[in-house]
């Protein structure tokens, strides 16, 4: 039986006949491998996500962490599973060689880790996290950091946090107030505290590494006053092993609609709870130089939002797969044009209706993993083209699409799990049945790393007008070469194509109409607007690359027919939906700025 959990077929689609990642290992950082390497990391992704992470989705949900004010407790189930997952080495799958990776092309790495998200979003939370930290202080720790924090992490023995948000500051990273003392030894002393902390605590590993951002007294106000440091829950010594417990508290448990196997968390720095060396303070290690620690926590809140992306992806993928399979077996009602009331029942799928909703679903989810694997393979692209020039590109590009796959997904597949509870019915409500469950756990992400809002005026604000429009030109340039091979291949290619060239001309419009005065309050207005249009928009140009990809119309088999009938659904319905949000954006329109707050 096909897996519930994602498509094989659409991936190895996705990944050999579109993005042709084979032609990866011609470059010397992926010379040991092969089309058959990259298959086998995808079945055994396959296989340990199935028989480990999928069955205790539905436990842990409904069995959430608790707390008794002393212990975390967690069902047996995960951390099995999350042992299987560091037997595998797929936490390490995108990593060098050197640190003990497996050093396999980003985008076939995000592709393997993506049925976890599928198989249990909360459960994969552990290692996604983890991998997140690790990657940051690759980039910019020490070595004596790498291998007291990060190698113990790949290795599956310490799991990894990121501590950003307080209870008064929110998402306005600005006002965050938990400080950073010096200590003669070189160490600093953390006092505040720190909300919404997924992972922040549990007894899955050795050792949990948080990374903090915090002020050092007497830096700047704002956020160029901001470090980052390592804080972790239990000392480590310079031989490796673990010392006294650091002076980190759990206050108590965030008990969410979704995502409820990860512990999400109310965490105290420096309360005296525990006392490291006597006294209290949550011992931390300054990351890179003082007052660089927002730029430094952007490497992992720009993986961990494509990450999300991906998990909002996974979430509404298997939701659509599942609603499929039911629509399939389920008998109920007749054609519209049956007279007989005696003639059988037919599966609910034959319904116009339901093929609407399932249509939708699939253009939802496929064109939403398309994104997430075109960014994968943007940052392969980032790190091995050959030329600088091809470098430089592709990491602009992928800094401009990343707002997009964060938010387009989170919105997009989580409707797609809307209409997989609508396909199933009442039995779709009940917890019976996956679908409503993903929905509760697909809700966060909308939230998750970055609000709607937040990620609309990241696009519009800075990523579109990035060195006077950069961002804007190279985004537009390259669905523009799409337009133009579709042209080139003729037929129903052309037309998508003809239908893309327009709307792109409306992205290009409408930026430059928003910014025509340099007003940001105007300009910024309707932000979230713009970015669910020019999501659409850059979907639209993942279904027309797909549709490059296919076979000749007529030669392929059901496979490739329905990712055409897809694709003429996206742009037949789904991209129209721009014309008047381009209307309204374009009129600069003032109902939100002008309503007062005594009105509501």
């Known amino acids: 039986m096909p897996s519930t959990l994602l498509s094989r077929r ?63 407790r967690l069902i047996p189930q995960v951390r099995a599973a999350l042992e299987s997952f560091a037997e595998t080495g797929l936490l390490t799958a995108g990593l060098d060689a050197s640190i003990g990776g497996l050093q396999l092309p980003h985008a076939v790495a995000a592709a393997c880790f993506t049925w976890f998200q599928a198989a249990n979003v909360s459960t994969s939370a552990y290692p996604f996290l983890t991998l997140g930290n690790a990657n940051l202080l690759l980039a910019h720790g020490t070595a004596e950091q790498v291998d007291t924090y990060v190698r113990p992490m790949l290795e599956g023995r310490f799991f990894g946090t ?9 998402s306005s990273l600005a006002d965050i107030t938990t400080r950073a003392e010096p200590q003669p030894d070189g160490t600093y002393r953390l ?64 008990h969410k609609m979704g995502f409820r196997g990860t512990t999400n968390t109310l965490l105290s720095f420096g309360d005296g709870g525990h006392t490291p060396a ?16 927002l730029a430094q926590m952007f490497h992992m809140m720009n993986e961990a939002r494509i990450g999300v992306g991906a998990g909002a992806t996974a979430l509404g993928y298997t939701g659509y797969l599942k609603s499929l399979a039911y629509a399939r077996e389920r008998p109920q009602g007749r054609p519209v044009d049956a007279k ?26 496929e064109g939403a993993l398309a994104l997430v694997l075109y960014c994968a393979r943007l940052l392969d692209e980032e790190k091995t083209a050959p030329a600088e020039a091809d470098r430089e590109r592709a990491h602009l590009l992928l800094d401009v699409l990343t707002p997009i796959t964060k938010s387009w997904p989170s919105q997009w597949c989580l409707t797609a799990n809307d209409l997989a509870i609508q396909v199933l ?59 133009a091979r579709a042209g080139q291949a003729g037929g129903e290619a052309a037309g998508l194509a003809d239908r893309l060239a327009g709307a ?7 930026t430059r109409r928003l910014w025509a005065d340099g007003d940001p309050v105007l300009a910024l207005a309707n932000a979230s607007v713009y970015l669910e249009a020019v999501g659409h928009v850059v979907i639209a140009w993942m279904w027309l690359e797909q549709v490059l990809a296919l076979p000749p119309e007529g030669s392929g088999d059901a496979f490739h027919a329905g990712k055409r009938q897809a694709a003429r659904y996206f742009f037949r319905v789904e991209l129209p939906r721009t014309g008047p949000q381009f209307d309204l954006l374009d009129s600069r329109d003032r109902t939100t700025l002008d309503m007062r707050a005594d009105w509501f």
Request: net charge negative.
């Open 162 to 170: 990121m501590c950003l948000s307080e209870p008064h500051a929110g």
């Open 191 to 254: 006092f505040g505290t720190k909300m919404w902390i997924s992972g922040g605590d549990h007894e899955l590993a050795e050792n949990i590494v948080h990374l903090v951002l915090a002020r050092i007294p007497g830096g700047p106000p704002g956020v160029k006053g901001i470090s980052l440091f390592i804080v972790p829950k239990v000392l480590v010594g310079p031989d490796g092993s673990l010392g006294d417990r650091n002076d980190v508290v759990l206050v108590g448990l965030n």
């Open 340 to 365: 007989d009331p005696g003639t059988p029942q037919v599966p609910i799928i034959d319904h116009p209706d339901v093929r609407r909703m399932l249509l939708a679903q699939k253009s939802y989810v």
């Open 425 to 483: 019915g009442g039995a779709g409500y009940t917890r019976d049945h996956d679908v409503e469950q993903h929905y509760r756990d697909n809700r966060l992400n909308p939230i998750h790393e970055g609000t709607h809002g937040v990620q609309a005026l990241d696009l519009l604000g800075r990523k579109m007008t990035m060195h006077n429009g950069v961002g804007l030109t190279l985004l537009t340039s390259t669905i523009r070469e799409t337009v």
């Open 278 to 293: 006597g006294r209290s303070g949550a011992v931390g290690h300054l990351v890179g130089p003082p007052h660089q620690g």
């Open 504 to 510: 792109v001309e409306r992205v290009v419009a409408v």
């Open 10 to 72: 659409d991936l190895d689609f996705l990944l050999h006949d579109w993005l042709r990642v084979s032609q990866l290992v011609e470059r010397p950082r992926y010379a040991e491998h092969s089309r058959e390497t990259f298959d086998d990391a995808l079945d055994l992704a396959e296989r340990v996500a199935t028989e480990q992470f999928a069955p205790h989705n539905r436990a842990a949900d409904l069995a959430e962490p608790t707390f008794d004010g002393q212990r975390v």
